[in-house]
């Protein structure tokens, strides 16, 4: 069983549209770690959400920290061929050092 | 700053041969970290170690993996044997004390044949 399930596991969409990814755990979580990962590189950490309920936005991507801090969701608006890549959400399970990913989002936005 | 830089890039090798992958952490991080990626079981974590002191090491599959940080600036992963069921992709990243952010190395894509 993962920790952390994300869904969906694949969507391709057309330039333009909205979308929604989510990451979902049984577990309460102390933070949440959202990273983008490019074909061929490393994933690169986006955003990190701590505070039940919270909301960050960057640029046209909105983060949101469930009230219980057991799931966590990514709103894009607007979607651009360049938010294409591997959506992976991350929790501490390990006192700040011992990251567990999620399951993963790989999403594909088209011209 | 140069970020996490990772050799070699690509690794292409037959089984039973032993494989050696290489890593440069962000200088000035503490802590760094070994994970490996496939298709089937996602990002795993193998090995972190802070201060060049491997601290877990419960994510490593096999004796066959082995690792070490001889110094802050310099870290390994080898597999000995190789066997084709480790072909993969390993990322090694790194971390500054009291930051949440790791940062990863572009990877090494291994393929044992």
């Known amino acids: 069983t993962q920790l952390l399930e994300q869904s969906p596991q694949f969507l391709s969409i057309q330039e333009g549209e909205n979308l929604t990814v989510y990451c979902n755990s049984s577990s309460v979580f102390s933070s949440l770690q959202w990273y983008r990962q490019e074909p061929g590189e490393g994933p690169v950490l986006l955003v990190t959400?701590?505070?039940?309920?919270e909301v960050k936005k960057l640029k046209r991507l909105t983060f949101q920290f469930g009230d219980a801090r057991k799931d966590s969701s990514l709103h894009i608006t607007a979607a651009q061929p360049g938010d294409t890549g591997l959506y992976l959400c991350?929790?501490?399970?390990?006192?700040?050092?011992?990251?567990?990913f999620g399951t993963g989002t790989q999403l594909k936005v088209e011209l | 700053d140069a970020g996490v830089i990772q050799s070699p890039r690509h690794e292409v090798t037959e089984m039973g041969q032993e494989v050696t992958l290489r890593c440069k952490p962000i200088s000035g991080h503490n802590s760094l970290f070994w994970y490996r990626q496939t298709m089937m079981r996602g990002l795993e974590l193998l090995i972190y170690?802070?201060?060049?002191?491997?601290?877990?090491d419960s994510g490593m599959p096999e004796d066959r993996f082995s690792a070490k940080m001889p110094n802050a600036s310099f870290s390994t992963l080898k597999i000995q044997p190789s066997e084709p069921r480790d072909s993969a992709v390993y990322f090694c990243?790194?971390?500054?004390?009291?930051?949440?952010?790791?940062?990863f190395g572009p990877g090494t894509r291994l393929t044992v044949t």
């Open positions: 990243a790194s971390r500054s004390w009291g930051s949440y952010e790791q940062y």
């Open positions: 959400v701590v505070t039940g309920g």
């Open positions: 991350a929790t501490d399970t390990g006192g700040g050092n011992k990251l567990t």
């Open positions: 170690f802070n201060n060049n002191v491997p601290i877990d």
